[in-house]
């Protein structure tokens, strides 16, 4: 059984940065696709960046130049540095990854951007 498990949330101010990691494990595989999603209450819940195995790289238009992903395929890690925050970028953020035909979910890590 895959288990994806985030790490880094938190309290950020305005204009910080933070990272983000996720670790994928649980056995023999080859992971596809790797990414991070985020929901606002109230909003719907948005892809904020992802990333292939062959560093495919994909980020919503709201963190392009902000938000920097990256991946090491030895570690079924990934990261997400996030840079010049604002309080807009609140929310829970979600990591995935795919492993043939199936996605596999972290817990959820909560991002609060405030002074």
């Known amino acids: 059984q895959v288990q994806v498990v985030e790490s880094g949330g938190g309290l950020v101010q305005p204009g910080g940065s933070h990272t983000l990691s996720c670790a994928a494990s649980g056995g023999m595989f080859s992971i596809g696709a790797m990414g991070w999603y985020r929901q606002a209450p109230g909003n719907q819940r948005e892809l904020v960046a992802r990333?292939?195995?062959?560093?495919?790289?994909n980020y919503a238009d709201s963190v392009k130049g902000r938000f920097t992903i990256s991946r090491d395929n030895a570690k079924n890690t990934v990261t997400l540095q996030m840079n010049s925050l604002k309080p807009e970028d609140t929310a829970v953020y979600s990591c995935?990854?795919?492993?043939?035909?199936?996605?596999?979910w972290g817990q959820g890590t909560q991002i609060t951007v405030s002074s």
């Open positions: 995935y990854a795919d492993v043939a035909v199936k996605r596999y």
């Open positions: 990333i292939t195995r062959t560093s495919v790289i």
